[in-house]
C-alpha cells in the first residue's frame, strides 16, 4: 500500500513538473482569437505559457490578444515558420501546437498531460477533430481525417499537434515550406515513436469548408495531398490551395 502511494505520489510530481508551451499561429484572426485564449487562461495560472506568433495581421489580433498572452512574436507568414519562431522562445517540456481557429475545452490539457506522462516513450501525439459548421457532410470529413489520421500516423495541425520538446529539436523542427509541413513533421516524428492519438476532440472552423463548398474543398484537399505524395513541390501546390 505504502508502494502504491508512493508511486502515485511520483506519478503526480511529474504531472505537474511538465510545463506546456501552447503555440498558436495566427493571421487576421481577430474576430475569434479571444475565445482561444479565454479558454487557456486557467492554464496560464498552473504555470504553463501562451505564445502567439503573429504573422503580419491588419486587423486588431495582436492587440486584442495581448491581454491573455505569455508573448506576442512577430514572424513572416507562414504556419512552419511562425510555429518554429514560436518553439524557439518556448520554455515548456511539451510544445502544444494550436491553430487560431481551434476551440479547446477545459480537460483537453489535462488529457494530453496524463497520456504522455502515461506513455513516456511516445514523442508526440495529436487529439481527434470535430469541425464546427452547419454543412452535414463536415461530421463525416472529421470522422475520416480522424480514422485516416489513426491508420496512417499522420497528423494535421488541426488536430492539435503536441510533441516533447526535446523530440522537436531533435528532427529540427517544421520543415519550412508553405503547405504539407504537418506531414513533414509526422514523418519525421514517426521516426522516433507513434503518435499518441487521443479521441477527445477539439474542435476546429469549418470556415474554408463552407466556403469553398464542402464536396470541392474535399475534391481540392485529396488532389493536394496526391500531388504531394507524387513528389509536386509544396511551393506549387500551395498556389492551387490559395
Known sequence: ??????????????WVAERLSIIIPA?????????????????????????????????????????YIDAAL??????????????????????????ADTRLGHGHAAALLQAMQADPDRAW???????????PLL???????????????????????????AAFLDIGGYADQPLMEDVELSRALKRISPPLCLRQCIETSGRRWEQGGVVRTILLMWSLRLGYFLGLAPERLARLYT
Open 27 to 67: 493571421l487576421n484572426e481577430a474576430g475569434g482569437i479571444v475565445g482561444l485564449l479565454d479558454a487557456l487562461q486557467p492554464l496560464r495560472g498552473q504555470g504553463h505559457e501562451v505564445i502567439l506568433v503573429d504573422g503580419g495581421s491588419q486587423d486588431a489580433t495582436l492587440e486584442l490578444a495581448r491581454p
Open 1 to 14: 500500500m505504502a508502494a502504491r502511494r508512493g508511486r502515485a505520489a511520483a506519478a503526480a510530481e511529474r
Open 74 to 99: 512577430q514572424s513572416a507568414p507562414g504556419r512552419a515558420r511562425q510555429m518554429n519562431a514560436g518553439a524557439r522562445a518556448a520554455g515548456g517540456d511539451i510544445l502544444w501546437f494550436v491553430h
Open 139 to 165: 461530421g463525416w470529413v472529421a470522422r475520416m481525417m480522424n480514422l485516416r489520421s489513426r491508420l496512417t500516423g499522420i497528423a494535421t495541425g488541426d488536430q492539435g499537434i503536441f510533441v516533447r520538446r
Open 125 to 135: 501525439g495529436r487529439f481527434d477533430v470535430r469541425i464546427n459548421g452547419r454543412a
